[in-house]
């Protein structure tokens, strides 16, 4: 009988291949087939010189992979090939759906490793300057998403949003106007700093600050990318970073 292979939960990261962990660059070399997210820069996957490429990403509003297929892909693999790497864009335990996975591999009896990665929220902070935490200021972080699945009841997102000292928003900007609403409707103050960033680590990354009562204009920016929304005060001295970041963009184009 052959032996079963492992199968790798690697995070590709917030989107700059250089960003890749040691061990997730090793993994995708050594890779013997590789399904990847929608949003992996190419330049990640080229690493995986050997390895059979196959997209299963997910992406709001267009047609995705069905998770259930995902799972039984990543398990028919592990019986055929030795490295299985299963790549995720940011960290694979961050709204990456890991945990299904997880629990069909487990229930097959395949062996797994998950490999972390820097998550889009963390990348925003290195390119901002601005810390997630400040003492004095936001002593704790939260990471949400306003989105639910099909089938799956809703959660009170603004809640941990409201205790927050600082906020990640991820997967929110398509929603951005009704975040605001809602964050308001229940108590928020509609001055409190935000900043939306997009494509962050990238070449393309661009960002944009302005007030929660003003979210809803994001609108009119044209995000395409994956993009984050933070909030905090930690945010409040932002404006002339974000002008640097637009004149920076300007001179290079």
Known sequence: MTAMGTVYLVGAGPGAPDLLTLRAADLLRRADIVFHD???????????EKA?????????????TAQRFINKRLIDAAHRYAVVVRLKGGDPMLFGRAQEEIDALQEAGIEYTVVPGITA????????????????????????????????????WARSAL??????????????????????????????PVVVLENASLPEQRSVALRLSELGTTA??????????????????????????????????
């Open 38 to 48: 929608a949003l992996v820069h190419a330049d990640t996957l080229a690493l995986a």
């Open 52 to 64: 059979e490429k196959i997209a299963v990403g997910k992406r709001c509003g267009r047609h995705s």
């Open 121 to 156: 929220a963390l990348a925003a902070s290195a390119t901002l300057g601005i810390s997630l935490t400040r003492r004095g200021m936001s002593r704790n972080v939260t990471f949400i998403t306003p989105r639910t699945g099909k089938g799956e009841d809703a959660h009170d």
């Open 163 to 192: 205790a927050a000292d600082t906020c990640a928003i991820y997967m929110g900007v398509g929603e951005a106007a009704q975040i605001a609403a809602t964050l308001m409707d229940r108590g928020a103050s509609p001055d409190l």
């Open 220 to 253: 009119g920016f044209g995000f395409t990318g994956p993009a984050v929304i933070l909030l905090g005060e930690v945010y409040e001295r932002l404006q002339p970073v974000t002008a640097a970041l637009a004149s920076r963009r300007t001179d290079a184009a």
